[in-house]
């Protein structure tokens, strides 16, 4: 795949898509390289992002492509000591280009305010959980309303067989690249985009119960990997809004 050329926009979420169910762990997206000052590697700051709406296709020829919500699944996975909790996130939009029958161009937007539990069935206890996680002390939704994942490449692997994603990650206003393995379907009436990943909560400055800022946690310590999977499906745009 050629490298891809657009103007970055305000970035995006998260997120990211699910695909089928897998028994094997999800890989680990892998932040940029590190630094003394940054050990997870670059982070791009509001004040070197390009505004809102500036995301381009590379040449007048790409076609727009927007996310079917109804269709497009995020699903997300914690891990406590003794415990697994599981739910869903929704995207509140984005746009995909595409070139002939390549992915060139994008971003995705992750509604935070959307995210549910699955796995409580009580639900008092469910509701508490998602407070919780909404709270400043995981996503700070009130806040952060949004996640955001820009598309900076698409590339295959070292090894070859495999896509690989690089992209601009923004959780809590903090943004880093990320790479990860994807699977990418083109046909002229959809693209269907799907990755199973994991992220490290710790470098969005998400860590409540985080065994490595915390001591003496015990069974309360909570996983710093957070699983995603997702399963994006995007529609050609109508003509007057390409």
Not at 41 to 62: C, D, F, K, L, Q
Request: hydrophobic letters at 40%; charged letters at 20%; aromatic letters at 6%.
């Amino acid at each position: 795949m050629r490298r891809l050329s657009y103007r970055i926009i305000y970035i995006l979420i998260i997120s990211l898509l699910y695909s089928c169910q897998s028994n094997t762990r999800p890989q680990t997206a892998t932040p940029g390289q590190s630094s003394p000052e940054d050990p997870w590697g670059e982070v791009i700051t509001p004040a070197r992002m390009a505004p809102v709406g500036t995301v381009a296709p590379s040449s007048a020829s790409s076609t727009a492509y927007l996310p079917d919500r109804a269709a497009s699944r995020i699903t997300w996975r914690g891990r406590e000591i003794v415990t697994v909790h599981t739910g869903h996130l929704n995207l509140a939009g984005g746009v995909l280009y595409v070139e002939g029958q390549e992915l060139v161009a994008g971003h995705v937007i992750v509604d935070m305010h959307s995210l549910t539990n699955t796995d409580i069935t009580d639900p008092v206890k469910n509701a508490d959980l998602v407070r919780h996680l909404l709270s400043d002390d995981f996503f700070g939704a009130d806040k952060f309303p949004v996640a955001e994942l820009t598309l900076v490449r698409l590339s295959q692997s070292p090894t070859g067989g495999q896509l690989l994603l690089s992209g601009n990650l923004r959780i809590r206003d903090r943004e880093h690249q990320i790479t990860l393995p994807v699977a990418v379907q083109v046909t002229e009436d959809q693209v269907v985009v799907r990755s199973v990943f994991s992220i490290d909560r710790t470098a969005w400055d998400v860590r409540f119960n985080s065994n490595r800022f915390m001591e003496g946690l015990g069974d309360k310590a909570i996983d710093d990997e957070i699983e995603i999977s997702v399963y994006l499906v995007a529609r050609p745009a109508p003509v007057a809004a390409r």
